[in-house]
């Protein structure tokens, strides 16, 4: 938990036997009340824990990790990890990194221990008007988890060819490694370069960044690779629905819809813990600008860097406006709201560790989402914090990123199932067992 400030209350415990819930609607304040609800063991309660749209840059720096390093290399961590069982993350690398005219950084090599098991990239701080990557990961004994130039392609995702999955985004980027079974990461020595590009230039064309901070978590177990994991949660309320940092904790349309939660993330083991009641600027209700790195959604998500716990933030509103003819996740009833969305990612996975960035957080249109025929606000927030954790689409309906593949890369998956709750329709509720080892890779389970 980053603070104390907040009041602890009692542990929310609801059973929940259906998959409505009732519409929401109202209004809130920027500088509001704010509390936590702790979590618990109770499978009733809370305990537990998604599109993609682009969002941006970073001004607060990385968060609640280790302060031993310095800022010349490798920051923070061990050589030995936590004690067998303890699964928790450590900071492998922290600085600032200049780029050169054409947008790459030199090469920067960190070390991961031993016990590693995964690790979490994330790029900010860089202006947000740039589109951010990392190229060239290779690990030890020369496995290629990212390849060199990839990003020459023209295409903003690596995938054929990529053992490790990643898309490049505005304003800040993140990656987790692996994110597949093609993937590896081994302890030993780690290198790879940040790069940015412009929106509208090309490759190798001159670039007017100075500078960015690259961010590395290692997650670490000596026992290998966590079987189960707790996610917290840091709820924004701009209004949307009635629901605010006050009145939520009580609602039972809130509670139904964690709960739900709850038992959509319990087959892959990962319980909801603490959660977070922030209120938020009422005027970011409804949210465009959603491939922009300056956009209205990407002011959102800068938001969180008033989180108070370390896990995702998951922002509602009551609009999203794609800016465009169609919806990215591309479901009929999407189609015929006519280009507006149920709910976006900052990214696959979004930045980990680090508040504050035009990418760090998750919106979730409530109306739209508590309206006939939509998924509901359970599915639609598990979903999209899904993606926020690392899964892509199990299969998608419409490749609206050039080059995007058909399907994740995931083996036990099924092709085109609108029964998965990562499924491009959004609607189902099933998960697998290589979606929870991603998810709980990620440094925010723990």
């Given at each position: ?357 035009p990418r760090s957080g998750v919106a979730v249109d409530v109306d739209s989402s508590s309206a006939m025929g939509a998924p509901g606000i359970a599915h639609v927030t598990a979903h999209e914090i899904g993606h926020y954790l690392g899964l892509f689409h199990t299969t998608e309906n419409i490749t609206f990123i050039p080059g995007m593949p058909a399907h994740d890369p995931l083996p036990d998956t099924a092709e085109d199932d609108p029964s998965y709750l990562m499924h491009a329709s959004g609607s189902g509720d099933l998960m697998s067992e290589w979606q929870g080892r991603v998810m709980r890779k990620n440094p925010w389970v723990y």
């Amino acid at each position: 938990m980053k603070g104390s400030n907040k009041i602890r209350l009692g542990l929310i415990i609801v059973m929940v036997s259906g998959l409505a819930a009732a519409p929401l609607m109202g209004c809130s304040d920027d500088e509001g009340s704010q509390q936590i609800i702790p979590g618990g063991d109770d499978d009733a309660g809370p305990s537990g824990g998604d599109d993609t749209g682009p969002s941006g840059g970073d001004d607060t720096g990385p968060s609640g990790g280790d302060d031993t390093g310095d800022d010349t290399g490798p920051s923070g961590g061990d050589d030995t990890g936590p004690p067998p069982g303890e699964s928790d993350y450590v900071v492998l690398f922290d600085d600032t990194l200049a780029l050169d005219s054409s947008g790459y950084s030199e090469v920067v090599e960190f070390d991961a221990p031993d016990g590693i098991n995964s690790i979490a990239v994330t790029v900010s701080e860089g202006p947000p008007t740039m589109m951010y990557f990392i190229t060239g990961w290779i690990g030890p004994d020369g496995f290629e988890i990212v390849p060199d130039g990839w990003e020459s392609g023209g295409m903003p995702i690596c995938a054929d060819g990529c053992n490790n999955r990643l898309m490049m985004d505005p304003g800040a980027f993140a990656t987790l490694a692996p994110n597949n079974p093609a993937s590896q990461v081994d302890p030993g020595t780690h290198s790879m370069r940040v790069g940015a590009q412009s929106a509208t230039a090309g490759i190798g064309e001159t670039l007017n960044v100075a500078t960015v901070r690259l961010t590395i978590h290692g997650k670490v177990d000596a026992a290998g690779a966590p079987s189960s994991g707790t996610l917290d949660l840091n709820f924004f309320f701009t209004g949307a629905g009635g629901w605010t940092a006050d009145n939520a904790p009580d609602d039972p349309d809130f509670q139904n819809m964690v709960a739900l939660m709850d038992e959509i993330y319990d087959q892959v083991h990962i319980d909801i813990g603490d959660i977070a009641f922030h209120d938020a600027d009422p005027n970011y209700r409804v949210v465009g600008g959603i491939q922009s790195g300056t956009g209205e959604l990407a002011q959102l998500f800068a938001k969180s860097e008033r989180a108070e716990l370390e896990g995702p933030s998951v922002f509602f509103v009551e609009g999203i406006d794609s800016g465009f003819g169609f919806i990215q996740d591309g479901n009929e009833y999407n189609q015929q709201m006519g280009g507006g969305i149920l709910g976006i990612s900052g990214g696959i996975p979004g930045p980990m560790i680090v508040d504050g960035t035009p990418r760090s957080g998750v919106a979730v249109d409530v109306d739209s989402s508590s309206a006939m025929g939509a998924p509901g606000i359970a599915h639609v927030t598990a979903h999209e914090i899904g993606h926020y954790l690392g899964l892509f689409h199990t299969t998608e309906n419409i490749t609206f990123i050039p080059g995007m593949p058909a399907h994740d890369p995931l083996p036990d998956t099924a092709e085109d199932d609108p029964s998965y709750l990562m499924h491009a329709s959004g609607s189902g509720d099933l998960m697998s067992e290589w979606q929870g080892r991603v998810m709980r890779k990620n440094p925010w389970v723990y």
